[in-house]
Each structure stands twice: as C-alpha cells, then as structure tokens.
C-alpha cells in the first residue's frame, strides 16, 4: 500500500506544517500503515488503531518534544513512534536489535517516559510540570492514560497529589482519560459504571459546548458560563475528577479531529491540572478489531489484514498459561475453598473457562496488584483458599502486600507467576528476572520451580495443599511438551530429584553436578549428556533440599547452579549459602541472568545470548572448569 502523506512526515514539525485540512488524510494513511506493519512484525494491535486521531493531534497541536507527552502502559504508541521519525524501523519492532514495543528514553526524544506497566504516566507528567514550574519553563505536560489503567490505584495517588498547589504552585499537566470501555481484559469496577454514567451525559455535554461557542465573544457567554455552574449539578453530576481539582472537559468523540484539535488548543492554553475525557473504539477502523477488541489486542504474529487472526492449521502446544488454567478447574471441583483472583489479566492469565464454571469464586479485581494480594489474604484469613493468577513482573508491584499482608501472618496464599523469566517481545518491563530473588528472602514463603508442564501441574497442587504462602514459576509458551497426568499428587515437599547420574568410571576431580531450577533443566540435560556430568531437577528453591545439596557436594568436584532468573540472590545463591553453612568448600559455577535488563527480542535467541541454551550451558562450564576438559572432551568427540 502507497502512503503518500504519511511518507513526507519524519518528525512532528512536518506534520505541524500541514493544513488542518490534510489531517483526516494523515490520520487514515496512519492507521493503514499501523495494519500494515503489525500484520508483519506482530505486536499490540487494537489499542493502537484506537490511538490514531488522538496521537496526530497531541503532535499538531503541541509543541513536542518540547512539550511532554507521557504514554500510560505503552500499548498504543505505534502510531507515536511511527510519527517521531521511526516509521522505516517499524519492521524491526519487538526484534532483537529493532525498536521496542514500549515508549523508551532511549530510543528518542519524544519518549519522555519509559513504560510498559500501567498507571504511571499521571506521576511522571505531574513530577514534569512541576520541574518545569520550578524551573521556570514554559512548556506543558500531558499524561494519557486508559480507563483500565484508571483502576489503579497509583492513577489516583497522582490524582490526589496534582491537583493541588504546592508552595503555591501548580503544574500545567493534562490528563488525557482515553476511554475506550477496555483494559486487556473487560473492564470491572465501580470506576467503569461511573464512566459509563458519565457518557450517558454526552448528548448534553456536545449540546453545552456547542451553546458556548456560539455566545463566545458575546455579553451572553459570561452568564451562559456562570448559569452552567449554578445548574449543570441537576443535568449532570460533578465530576470525580474536578473534586480532585482539575477542570473536566468531555466527554468528547476521540476521533473526529474536528472536536479533538480545537480543545486540545484550548487546553494548552489553560495553567493549572486539566482533564480531557475522550471516547474510542480499540480497534477503530479495522471492523474485526472493533467487533472482537479482546482477540484483537495483540497479534502474537504475522497475519493477513484482509483475513484477521486464524487459528493455525497445527494446533499450538499447550502453554503452561492453558496448564494452569486447566489445573484451576479441577481444582476448584475438588476443593469448594478455592476462589481465583486476577489483576485484570484473565486471559493472559488462563482464567477464561474458570470464570465460565465459577463466577461465583472468580474475581477480576482491575489493574490493581496490591489489592489483589490483600485482598487475597483476607479470603485466607476466613478459611478459603485464595489462588492469585499474577505475572512476575506485576507481583513486583505488590511486594509490601507480599511481606506485610500475607508472608507475616503466614496465610495459605497460592501466587501462579506466569512469564517467569525472559518474556520475549515485550522487553525488559514484562520479564520475571527477580521472582526467585525477592520471594526467596521472605520468611514463610514457599518457591517451587517446575521444569516441565506436569511438573508444573502437580506444584501448583502441592501449593495448594501447603499450609502457608507458595509462589510457583513458569514462563510464557509452552515447555518440553510433557502431558500433564490428570491425577493430582503432591510433590516431596522440599525434594528435588537427581535426573541423571555421571557414569561410574568419571575420573576424581572431574565430577561435575549440574543443578537446575525450572524449565531450565531441559537445557541442562542436554549439555549434562555431552559432559557427562549428574543433572539435578531442584524444583523447590525454598525450602531447598539441603540434604540433595551435601549429597551431590560430597560426591562431586565442582557444582554449577541454573536457573532463568537474576544471579544476584537468586536460585544459585541459595545453593551457594547451603553449601557455605553446611561447612563445603567446592567450586561453584552460578548461571542465570546477567546483571542487567535484557530487552525484546525472540526467546531462544535471547536465552542462547546469556548462556542459558545447551550450548551455552556447556561453553560456559567449559571455559570455568579448564582442568576437565581434557576429561570431557572425549566424550563430547564420542557423542559427536
């Protein structure tokens, strides 16, 4: 497809040099080109076709990068980065070495604030408006941010703090509510039925402002505006958002150019907290979007814009999401104790058919972890038996819940990680590099680590049964393709087991022990039969089988530790401090994740990048233990 237009644009000064007239046209070549690109690279795909009119006019209208614009989440910002000079790297999108899926300071100017996560951009536009009052520069700041991230509770703490002066100032911020009557999963709460009340208002609310503008520059407007004050309460109630001491606007039509350029002009006109509530459609524009915004909220990888998304002739393998989606449901048939809890994730979470069968015990909480998990507590201090499904990367957002509300009072909270360890396209926001380490170091708390999908089924039963707080890992996809058994049973709590022993002849001081946490095990097996060296499926990294440990340790030369985690604290440390009590001295070779952020990109290229493939695994104990080699290389010359 030709995008003619769109083509002259490379940063928001030549779209700022274009009539008025010309931006419905850009607006319609954008919103192609987003089709276009993302039904070759995949990625995030209805919030940003709902993203196309507001992100043209947010540029046109301000000054940017100049002026601040603060992307909540960062699902929707394709049509941002293809407008601020990325439109020829949208093919490297979510690659390893392409552009990232996410706003980043790093990549350009015009991303102001690095995201992936919800609900901050309000806290960061605010902490730029002030910066800029405090330093006496005129610019503004503008926050935009979903109704589903309005569920959060840090969107209100920012609420809350802006809103009011400080010293006597105020910053210039805009916060731009996009309200799409969507989060990834469909919205919940009482924040969604006080918008929906809200747009119920909008006939009057178009009916209001149009009156206005026409008695503008009249001796009418005045007491047209001062009538309104003194009346609006009987049409319509004050808003939420205006209590909080920002002027409301909206709620208005979040495509029509026409409505959404001439008040965003006002708006940058105004000082002081502003609040523009604007309606879109996720997925406007591309009628299989519009009609399904769920299914239509990421493409997971290419596919024909003509056609929509397909199920592949080949069905996919069960992903460890489906094995705890499915383990939920028998569960819940057998213990009428069990209630799920989702942070708005329940289709990432696996929680579909769960909340089919058991609305009743099913709670949809929003984009809100630390409640999640108190509330999660509370159930458990009454006797039920709470399940919260979380990312790894969200279970940060709840750490002091963690601690304080669960872990200190010991209750039987069960927390299913999904996207343990590196994630893939969505980058270093999304990757559960630090569960191990942040949940080992807490009192009471349990950290299983299964290696394949019936593992995985059965820890999440042996967490279940355990009388106290259990995190269970896993990563996003699928696994080694083990079929998970239907009969439940309880692993040995705190065991783990020896996979594969060395041969008997290995020569003394060439014995090496490769102990495995989760899915890497796999790997470790493989590099273990090159090696011949004793692999060790741990499973449990707390409480960790200490008497495992001293065993291998006196049988063996050397130890190395695996895990798809961060090494600082993580799996390997635990076994290193085991060993240090224990009174061993043994060389111990630790691999896991690097001490930085890994960003997107395909997840075997990036587990292969940080060692962590068989190959890997095998370089690495190869370059540490020099003095084996002569010992193993035979055999690796024999098995090749």
């Not at 935009?144 to 969107?155: C, H, L, Q």
């Not at 119920?200 to 505006?225: C, D, H, I, M, Q």
């Not at 299964?450 to 269970?472: I, K, M, W």
Request: some cysteine; charged content about 20%.
């Amino acid at each position: 497809m030709e995008f003619p237009l769109l083509n002259t644009i490379n940063d928001p000064a030549d779209l700022r040099r274009l009539p008025r007239t010309e931006l419905r046209r850009v607006a319609d070549e954008l919103r192609a080109f987003v089709v276009e690109s993302v039904s070759k690279t995949g990625g995030h795909f209805g919030s940003n076709l709902g993203t196309v009119e507001l992100t043209v006019a947010l540029h046109y209208v301000y000054n940017t990068p100049h002026d601040r614009l603060v992307w909540d989440v960062g699902h929707q910002t394709y049509p941002h980065k293809i407008l601020t000079g990325r439109r020829d790297r949208m093919g490297t999108l979510r690659q390893l070495g392409g552009i990232s899926g996410f706003p980043r300071r790093d990549e350009s100017e015009y991303d102001t604030f690095g995201t992936g996560h919800s609900s901050t951009s309000i806290s960061a536009a605010h902490g730029m408006a002030m910066a800029a009052r405090l330093k006496g520069e005129d610019r503004r700041a503008v926050a935009i941010i979903g109704d589903g991230s309005m569920t959060a509770g840090m969107a209100f703490e920012a609420l809350n703090n802006a809103g009011v002066s400080h010293g006597g100032l105020m910053g210039d911020l805009l916060v731009i509510l996009n309200d799409n009557d969507m989060s990834i999963s469909p919205p919940v709460g009482a924040l969604n039925k006080y918008l929906a009340r809200l747009m119920s208002g909008s006939f009057y609310s178009a009916a209001r402002e149009g009156a206005k503008s026409v008695l503008k520059n009249t001796p009418f407007y005045e007491f047209a505006r001062r009538f309104e004050e003194h009346t609006k309460g009987m049409v319509v109630p004050g808003t939420i958002f205006e209590e909080f001491g920002f002027n409301y606007v909206g709620p208005i039509d979040g495509h029509d150019l026409d409505a959404l350029i001439p008040t965003l002009e006002n708006l940058r006109e105004k000082r002081g907290p502003q609040f523009l509530h604007i309606i879109t459609r996720k997925g406007a524009g591309y009628k299989l979007a519009e009609a399904d915004p769920v299914k239509y909220h990421a493409a997971s990888g290419k596919f024909d814009p003509a056609v929509g998304f397909v199920k592949p002739a080949t069905p996919p393998k069960l992903s460890f999401t489906q094995v705890f989606g499915d383990w939920l449901c028998d569960m819940a048939e057998q213990d009428q104790r069990l209630v799920g809890i989702t942070p708005a994730m329940r289709e990432g979470s696996g929680m579909v058919e769960f909340h089919k069968r058991f609305p009743e015990r099913y709670y949809d909480v929003g984009i809100a972890e630390q409640h999640s998990v108190t509330f999660a507590a509370g159930l458990a201090c009454e006797g039920l038996k709470p399940v919260v499904a979380i990312y790894s990367t969200f279970l940060q957002r709840a750490y002091d819940q963690l601690i304080h509300d669960v872990a200190i009072q010991n209750l039987p909270v069960v927390f299913a990680l999904d996207r343990a360890g590196l994630v893939g396209a969505d980058g270093a926001t999304h990757a559960g590099n630090f569960d191990i380490a942040f949940t080992r170091c807490i009192p009471n708390m349990a950290v299983l680590t299964p290696s394949d999908e019936d593992e995985c089924r059965q820890a999440l039963y042996t967490a279940f049964q355990h009388n106290g707080p259990a995190t269970v890992r896993y990563p996003r996809g699928a696994g080694a393709g083990v079929v998970p058994r239907k009969l439940m049973s309880a692993l040995p709590w705190g065991r783990g087991e020896i996979r594969r022993r060395s041969s008997p002849g290995a020569a003394s001081g060439k014995r090496i022990a490769l102990l495995a946490f989760g899915t890497v095990l796999h790997p470790a097996l493989a590099a273990g039969e090159r090696l011949d060296a004793t692999v060790v499926n741990m499973r449990f990294v707390k409480p960790l089988d200490g008497a495992l440990v001293a065993e291998i340790a006196r049988t063996h030369d050397a130890i190395v530790t695996i895990e798809d985690g961060c090494l600082m604290g993580g799996a390997g440390s635990a076994v290193s401090e085991c060993l240090h009590e224990a009174g061993f001295d043994i060389p111990v070779l630790q691999l896991g994740l690097p001490d930085e952020f890994v960003e997107h990109g395909d997840p075997a290229k990036l587990m292969a990048a940080c060692g962590l493939d068989a190959a890997g695994i095998e370089a690495s104990i190869l370059r540490r233990f020099a003095d084996s080699a002569a010992a193993i290389s035979p055999l690796r010359a024999a098995n090749d």
